[in-house]
């Protein structure tokens, strides 16, 4: 059994703070990678993916990428009360072209 | 770019109705085609993989001749639940994505209560 996973949360965080999630995955040859987030009731959207070793930032998201401790993470900066929500870490098999989602982690960000 | 169109976004029907889903790419080419559920407080759960011209492969537990997928088109996917039930009521997101190692696209989702 594949699995991904994620601490459930809530993870609470102060306006203008960093929040930082992280995802483990225990497919060794998985080899893309993508955090999506789920406002409460409405469907996924994609924030960032990454396929290789190392950081990609895109505006106040830097994903964290470390295949050889199957280790994946995403930063938020300067939080926002808009970036609360569910994150969900997403990991493709590496036979197939299926996503594995962990169970998602719940940010709250505090005025 | 990488728009998914989903429709409807709600539906309210008698048990023993069948509903039909539509799922649209209206920016990219889709050659794989995803069906999810979703419960309330738990994550998505795949119901079906679809390649475009090719039969559906659902996933362990999911019952193929009540969740009839058609992927007919690179734009345009169908999930009809036939004879739908009580239980069946849920949260259908279906995703799409073009060819290679490209992320999913998801769209907004059709809540489905059956009475």
């Known amino acids: 059994q594949k699995e991904v996973e994620q601490n459930s949360g809530p993870l609470s965080v102060p306006e203008g703070a960093i929040a930082s999630l992280n995802c483990t995955y225990s497919d060794r040859g998985s080899q893309s990678f993508f955090w999506y987030r789920q406002y409460s009731g409405k469907s996924p959207e994609l924030i960032m993916f990454?396929?290789?070793?190392g950081d990609k930032e895109d505006g106040r998201f830097t994903a964290q990428l470390n295949k050889a401790s199957q280790y994946v993470s995403l930063l938020i900066r300067d939080s926002q009360p808009s970036d609360s929500a569910t994150y969900l870490c997403?990991?493709?098999?590496?036979?197939?072209?299926?996503?594995?989602f962990g169970g998602g982690t719940r940010v709250l960000v505090k005025p | 770019g990488a728009v998914v169109s989903q429709h409807p976004s709600r539906v309210i029907c008698k048990s023993g109705t069948s509903v039909k889903i539509e799922c649209r790419s209206l920016?990219?080419?889709?050659?794989?085609m995803f069906w999810y559920r979703q419960f309330p407080k738990q994550s998505l759960m795949l119901m079906a993989t679809?390649?475009?011209?090719?039969?559906?492969?659902?996933e362990q537990g999911v019952e193929k001749d009540k969740f009839l997928i058609n992927h007919a088109s690179l734009t345009l996917s169908t999930l009809t639940v036939t004879s739908a039930h009580p239980e069946d009521s849920s949260f259908y997101i279906c995703?799409?994505?073009?060819?290679?190692?490209?992320?999913?696209?998801f769209g907004d989702g059709t809540r489905l209560s059956i009475l």
């Open positions: 920016d990219f080419q889709a050659t794989t």
């Open positions: 679809s390649n475009e011209g090719s039969k559906a492969t659902y």
């Open positions: 995703s799409a994505r073009e060819s290679g190692p490209r992320p999913q696209h």
């Open positions: 997403a990991v493709v098999e590496a036979a197939g072209n299926k996503l594995t």
């Open positions: 990454i396929y290789s070793n």
